[in-house]
C-alpha cells in the first residue's frame, strides 16, 4: 500500500511538469468591468457555440442584470430565437445525436472558464491547425486530438504548423496563416477575447455582483459618515 502512495506522489508532479512543459499558453487580456466585451462576447458564444454546448448556470435574465442591458435587448440581440428571459443556456443539441456526430457529447461551458483558466480558453480558441489526419480535418496546439470542428476558421482563416526539430522530436515552432479569413489577426484575437471574457464571467457571475454592491457599500459609508459627523457636532455644541 505505501509503495503504491509513494508511486502516486511520484507521478502527480512529474506528470504537471511535463503537461506544463510542452505547452505555450497565450495570455487573455481578461476584464470583467467591460461589460460591452462581456455582452459581445455573450452574442459570440450563441451564434458560434451554444450550437453544441450549453451554458446551464447561467439565465438571459441575469445577463440583462448583470450587464445593465435591459431585457428585450438580451432577447432581441444576444438570445437565440424563441428563448425567453428566464430559460437558461440550453443547447438544441441532443446527447444521441451529438454521440453519433462526434463521440462524445460536447460539455457544459459554465465552469470551463474555472477548470481550464481564461488563457488556456483563448490558447484553445486560436489554436486549431489543419490535419488531414482528424476526422474534423483539424488539431489543437493545447487540446491534442480535440473532437471539435474549428468553429471559428471563416473569420481567422486556417493555421497550419511549423515543425521544428527538438533533440530529435518534432515539435510545432509556431502557426502559420496560410489562408485568411474574414477577420484581421487583430480583429480576430479581440472576438475571441469577448468570447473568454463572456466564459470567465459565467464561471463565477458573482464578481460581478461584488463589483455592484462594492458602489452601494462605499455610498453606505459615505453616507453614515455624514450622519456620525453631524451627530458629533450636535452633541458636542452643549459642552464647548
Ligand atoms: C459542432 C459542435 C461544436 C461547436 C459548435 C463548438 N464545440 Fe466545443 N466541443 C465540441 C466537442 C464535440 C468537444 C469535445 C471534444 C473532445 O473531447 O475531444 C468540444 C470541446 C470544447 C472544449 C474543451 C472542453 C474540455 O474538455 O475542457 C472547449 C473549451 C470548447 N469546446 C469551447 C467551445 C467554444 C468556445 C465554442 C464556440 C466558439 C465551441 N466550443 C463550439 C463541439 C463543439
Not at 460539455?107 to 483563448?122: H, K, M, Q
Amino acid at each position: 500500500m505505501k509503495k503504491i502512495i509513494y508511486t502516486l506522489l511520484l507521478l502527480v508532479p512529474l506528470g504537471s511538469f511535463a503537461a506544463g512543459d510542452k505547452v505555450h499558453l497565450q495570455s487573455a487580456d481578461i476584464n470583467l468591468s467591460d461589460f460591452k466585451a462581456i455582452q459581445k462576447g455573450a452574442k459570440h458564444y450563441v451564434t458560434y457555440c451554444l450550437g453544441c454546448h450549453s451554458a446551464k448556470h447561467m439565465r438571459y435574465k441575469r445577463i440583462a442584470i448583470d450587464l445593465e442591458i435591459d431585457e428585450d435587448t438580451v432577447l432581441a440581440e444576444i438570445a437565440p430565437e424563441g428563448a425567453r428571459i428566464y430559460d437558461q443556456m440550453h443547447t438544441a443539441m441532443n446527447e444521441h445525436d451529438s454521440k453519433k456526430w462526434f463521440g462524445v457529447m460536447p460539455p457544459d461551458l459554465s465552469l470551463i472558464a474555472r477548470s481550464r483558466g481564461a488563457d488556456w480558453l483563448y490558447s484553445y480558441l486560436k489554436g486549431f491547425y489543419v490535419d488531414k489526419s482528424k476526422p474534423f480535418g483539424v488539431n489543437n496546439t493545447v487540446f491534442k486530438d480535440v473532437g471539435m470542428p474549428n468553429m471559428l476558421w471563416k473569420l481567422q482563416g486556417i493555421q497550419s504548423p511549423v515543425i521544428r526539430n527538438v533533440k530529435g522530436e518534432e515539435v510545432i515552432s509556431y502557426l502559420e496563416l496560410k489562408e485568411s479569413g474574414s477577420m484581421s489577426r487583430s480583429q480576430f484575437d479581440t472576438m475571441v477575447t469577448e468570447l473568454v471574457n463572456f466564459l470567465v464571467y459565467v464561471g463565477e457571475p458573482v464578481q460581478l455582483e461584488r463589483k455592484r454592491m462594492g458602489k452601494y457599500v462605499l455610498f453606505y459609508f459615505l453616507l453614515f459618515g455624514i450622519v456620525a459627523y453631524l451627530l458629533k457636532k450636535e452633541y458636542w455644541k452643549d459642552i464647548h
